[in-house]
């Protein structure tokens, strides 16, 4: 018995349709197909023609690394490829809006600042140079006059120093509590050590959901995602350098993004400014599924 028909007879068997087996494999239909079929040159490239056929198995109930050195003679040898790229259906348009608000505030800093120094001369210009011209000409009339007045401008200037400290010293404790609510953590909810590893991550912490995917090689990459209940495609087929960085972001309330990655190691993640350690070592198991979840804890009502 061939491999594909042995694969298509143990589905079956379960009583799965391709659309069934799709679903829980997460591997699109026209590969299973082109498996059953023996159609490998539909398949991108020799190494995902065993991870799918060897996901296919363990779907069915059959052990996918003993069937696959058992039928090793009709798996293809050769290193023929097939890429196939979709275009990205989102851009990155937050990282812009925010570099634009930058150099709009940008001039109404600057003559902020230029007002402080304004501001800083006359008063130091009063304090070293005025004041003391002033006092030197009233002490010549009359020094119990001017004796009081300057313990009492000492007095003033005093009070004034210390309350400029206790108002910096409390804005930078405000600065600081304000940084330290808003850093954002990617928590390890599950980890499914199945063939191929599934982990799933939740991010806290933040009110924003942005992503950016590198990789140093190849791979191959399906990416699904779900915003308050509606689903879509981002990307599937082969994720190459020259798609390096991928980036995308979500306008939703409730997320869940999943990636099935072929080739883990040498592929980046990163979540709202958060890299993604893998929690299944990618050196280890290369073929993995990633799933990270996001609710909008700052939702406007």
Do not use: C
Request: hydrophobic share 30%; no cysteine.
């Amino acid at each position: 018995m061939e491999l594909g028909q042995r694969l298509k007879e143990a589905r079956e068997e379960k009583g799965l349709t391709i659309e069934q087996l799709a679903e829980s494999t997460k591997i699109q239909k026209r590969y299973l197909t082109a498996i059953e079929d023996h159609q490998w040159d539909t398949i991108p490239g020799n190494f995902y023609v065993r991870a799918f056929v060897r996901e296919y198995a363990d779907a069915v109930g059959l052990n996918g690394d003993e069937l696959i050195n058992e039928y090793a003679n009709e798996l293809p040898s050769g290193d023929d490829r097939t890429y196939e790229y979709m275009t990205p259906s989102r851009k990155n348009s937050k990282a812009q809006k925010a570099s634009n608000q930058i150099f709009t505030l940008l001039p109404k800093l600057l003559v902020f600042l230029l007002i402080i120094g304004i501001g800083f001369a006359i008063w130091y210009s009063i304090v070293n140079y005025i004041q003391p011209a002033i006092t030197d000409g009233e002490e010549q009339t009359s020094q119990e006059i001017i004796t009081a007045p300057e313990d009492e401008e000492d007095e003033v200037s005093e009070e004034n120093g210390n309350e400029e400290a206790s108002n910096e010293d409390e804005e930078e404790s405000t600065e600081k509590d304000e940084v330290e609510e808003t850093n954002p953590s990617l928590n390890v909810l599950d980890v499914n050590q199945d063939s191929t590893p599934r982990t799933t991550y939740e991010l806290v912490d933040t009110d924003s959901f942005e992503v950016t995917l590198t990789v140093n090689d190849e791979t191959y990459l399906e990416i699904d995602l779900t915003e308050d209940g509606d689903e879509s495609q981002l990307f599937s087929g082969m994720f190459s350098v020259d798609d390096s960085p991928f980036e995308f972001d979500s306008d939703g309330n409730e997320v869940e993004l999943e990636m099935n990655i072929g080739r883990a190691s040498g592929f980046g993640i990163e979540v709202s400014g958060v890299e993604l350690e893998y929690e299944v070592d990618p050196n280890d198991n290369v073929h993995q599924r990633i799933i990270i979840l996001w609710e909008n804890e700052h939702e406007e009502d």
